[in-house]
């Protein structure tokens, strides 16, 4: 026999949502204490606009969630949705926003449903109170760095709390600590060497990359870079064989000055 699901008053954000028949919507929200949870907002598109729980059902809202169901449906029933005024909101404009958007669809990929997320909740937070301040520091100028710095973050940590962290303390053969004057090969499913393995698909990166990464500091654009490209490679790995639909539309709307963005 299904056993009855209940979840009251969860901390939640919207990642993304899609129309289900004439009235109603599919959304994926992000709980903080249930990570990934998929809901049927019922009529929701058929109220008056004054009424209209959609226009709270949109991403980078911090809502107070109920919903109901089966255990064994993926399918919850969204019962009633408030906005949470006390908490943190995000200023997100322009560039900012749009890696913001990229963040949801990364954690709509990865994240697993029906797990406790709390320390992932609150990295998502971060980098997004960081989004909102590169936007606001940088807006009368063009600096791709501003926002990368806040993705990689992301990036970096999102795979470590799944499980999926990187090495990038020691080099796997010798056991040496990383010496950012040294040049290592990087095999994503091991992690640096000095030495390439025949056979197996490597990326060369340097050392002070490796030590930036574990640091969590990037102050220079060619270690940025590298970093990404490392990022990159790692996610794709438990991403499958469908892009980031995010990734593309951000090269087309911002191809000559963001060209470096993910």
């Known amino acids: 026999m299904n056993s009855r699901l209940e979840l009251t008053n969860k ?13 109603s919507l ?25 009424n209209n729980q959609s226009l709270l059902l949109q991403p980078f809202n911090v809502l107070s969630l109920s919903l109901i169901g089966r255990e064994q449906y993926e399918l919850l029933i969204l019962k009633n949705v408030e906005r949470v005024d006390n908490e943190v909101t995000w200023n997100l404009s322009g560039k900012a926003l749009y890696c913001a958007y990229y963040l949801n669809e990364l954690l709509l990929r990865l994240l697993p449903s029906q797990i406790e997320c709390a320390d992932i909740f609150s990295l998502y937070n971060e980098v997004l109170v960081m989004l909102s301040h590169s936007e606001q520091a940088l807006s009368y100028i063009d600096d791709p760095i501003a926002y990368e710095i806040p993705l990689r973050i992301f990036e970096y ?24 004057m040294t040049s290592y090969y990087y095999q994503i499913s091991s992690g640096p ?70």
């Not at 993304?16 to 004439?22: I, K, L, Q």
Request: hydrophobic share 40%.
């Open 193 to 262: 060497s000095e030495k390439a393995v025949i056979g197996e698909p490597y990326l060369l990166i340097s050392g002070k990359t490796l030590i930036a990464l574990s640091n969590l500091q990037f102050l220079e654009k060619k270690v940025l870079q590298e970093a990404k490209q490392l990022l990159k490679w790692a996610i794709a790995e438990h991403l499958g064989d469908k892009p980031l639909k995010s990734r593309e539309i951000f090269k087309q709307l911002y191809q000559t000055s963001l060209s470096n963005i993910n």
């Open 157 to 180: 940590k999102l795979l470590e709390l799944l499980g999926y962290g990187l090495n990038v303390s020691h080099d796997i053969y010798s056991d040496k600590a990383i010496n950012e």
């Open 11 to 23: 901390l939640a954000v919207v990642l993304h949502s899609s129309p289900y028949r004439n009235s």
């Open 26 to 50: 599919i959304i994926h929200f992000f709980l903080k204490d249930y990570g990934k949870v998929s809901a049927i907002a019922k009529g929701v598109k058929a109220k008056k606009i004054k």
